[in-house]
T-cell receptor, first 115, second 110 residues
Framework: DAGVIQSPRHEVTEMGQEVTLRCKPISGHDYLFWYRQTMMRGLELLIYFNNNVPIDDSGMPEDRFSAKMPNASFSTLKIQPSEPRDSAVYFC?????????????FGEGSRLTVL | SQQGEEDPQALSIQEGENATMNCSYKTSINNLQWYRQNSGRGLVHLILIRSNEREKHSGRLRVTLDTSKKSSSLLITASRAADTASYFCATGGSQGNLIFGKGTKLSVKP
């Protein structure tokens, strides 16, 4: 299995631009999570989906952030417009609830820099 | 808000020594997990301990859990330079939505 695949790995953009981050979870996993990691705040859970349905988006910082999961193999996290304080590493993770382990499988992350 | 908090924030040891990291959490849990993150990489699951377990082993890893003190510890024995990474504890909601601490940055010098 290829694991969780995220793209792009690095993104540098200017303030005000739209940013779209992409994630392909592990096939067969029924949960998908988006996290943000910064030095100051650590790992923050932004939103998670179960069977493509958003369950809890209370961690999404502002209306500028939106996430979708149109099918079981693809999810996007969009920031529009982007701001310098959005600079962080964004991780996607997936899990298979029925495994009983609760283990999350993480992608390698998308490092976003907003100038 | 952070559920787990690791201690120390940073730890530097020599190869061959043992490394102990601690985690404290605030609310009752079903289980607690430990993850590792190499620099510039994603997190990797190391071990899970359930609330009715007190100790668990996996290779050179030993995890303990004290639910009365709401704390856990991760011990890495006979550390290697390759163990250099950040280590996070995480506790979860009913749907696997994990909340992570800020991590302990471990440096193992050869």
């Amino acid at each position: 299995d290829a694991g969780v695949i995220q793209s792009p790995r690095h993104e540098v953009t200017e303030m005000g631009q739209e940013v779209t981050l992409r994630c392909k979870p592990i096939s067969g996993h029924d949960y998908l999570f988006w996290y943000r990691q910064t030095m100051m705040r650590g790992l923050e859970l932004l939103i998670y989906f179960n069977n493509n349905v958003p369950i809890d988006d209370s961690g999404m910082p502002e209306d500028r952030f939106s996430a979708k999961m149109p099918n079981a193999s693809f999810s996007t996290l969009k920031i529009q417009p982007s701001e310098p304080r959005d600079s962080a590493v964004y991780f996607c993770a997936s899990s298979f609830r029925a495994s009983g382990t609760g283990e999350l499988f993480f992608g390698e992350g998308s490092r976003l820099t907003v100038l | 808000s952070q559920q787990g908090e690791e201690d120390p924030q940073a730890l530097s040891i020599q190869e061959g020594e043992n490394a102990t990291m601690n985690c404290s959490y605030k609310t009752s849990i079903n289980n607690l997990q430990w993850y590792r993150q190499n620099s510039g990489r994603g997190l990797v699951h190391l071990i899970l301990i359930r609330s009715n377990e007190r100790e668990k082993h996996s290779g050179r890893l030993r995890v303990t859990l004290d639910t009365s003190k709401k704390s856990s510890s991760l011990l890495i024995t006979a550390s290697r330079a390759a163990d250099t990474a950040s280590y996070f504890c995480a506790t979860g909601g009913s749907q696997g939505n994990l909340i992570f601490g800020k991590g302990t940055k471990l440096s193992v010098k050869p």
